[in-house]
């Protein structure tokens, strides 16, 4: 025979009270959980976001200290190409070899080499350059004073060309010489002289 449950009222309310808060926390479980794995992905990708941009900005800061030094060395690059140019020409050369010496008052009587000779008249003979070569021009000057003379040596140490005087003869006396010199001016690359 069946029995008959006594169930009062409050138990069967709080019981449906218990079984609709389990089924609403297993709904909830289920609306909760792929929200919470969104947010966690979303939070990963932003984790992302942050590293490259940590890596982009390192790397543009790299080249713009990379491109300030490019910058510098082109810049060096062209005052050692203005000493030693690539190709020469050898009417730049005697320009300012002829300029050094008008701003220390200096008349410069010839400039030879071996393979070229240019007197102040401009008369010059072609030569040929292998790379990295140097050409000694032996220079005379006539009616020298000292200080014409230092103004000279300091005038070529300053010069956009790469001067280097190798050898210096005075002959004469009473500050007013004779000067030969022989200075070496350099040029890379090959080529004929022009």
């Known amino acids: 025979m069946a029995k008959k449950l006594n169930i009062d009222k409050n138990s069967y309310v709080y019981g449906l009270l218990i079984i609709s808060l389990i089924i609403v926390i297993v ?6 959980r792929p929200v919470l794995q969104d947010n966690k992905k979303q939070q990963i990708i932003l984790d992302n976001r942050k590293k490259v941009e ?11 200290k ?3 030094e490019s910058d510098d060395l082109k810049e060096k690059s062209e005052k050692i ?3 030693i140019p690539d190709t020469e020409d050898r009417k730049s050369i005697v320009f300012q070899l002829y300029s050094i010496a ?4 200096i008349k410069l009587d010839s400039i030879n080499t071996d393979a070229i000779a240019i007197d102040p008249n401009g008369i010059e003979v072609p030569i040929s350059l292998s790379s990295s070569r140097e050409v000694d021009l032996s220079i005379s000057m006539k009616e ?3 200080k014409s003379l230092i103004q000279f040596v300091d005038y070529s ?3 956009l060309r790469l001067f280097n005087i190798k050898k210096i003869s005075i002959t004469g006396a009473d500050n007013n010489f004779d000067v030969s010199m022989v200075v070496s001016v350099y040029t890379s690359g090959e080529g004929e002289v022009e």
């Open 27 to 32: 709904l909830g479980a289920f609306v909760i």
């Open 54 to 64: 940590k890596t982009l900005e390192s790397k543009k800061e790299s080249l713009e």
């Open 66 to 68: 990379l491109s300030e």
């Open 81 to 83: 190409n203005m000493a």
């Open 102 to 105: 008008a701003l220390s008052s």
């Open 144 to 146: 020298v004073t000292y």
């Open 157 to 159: 140490k300053k010069a």
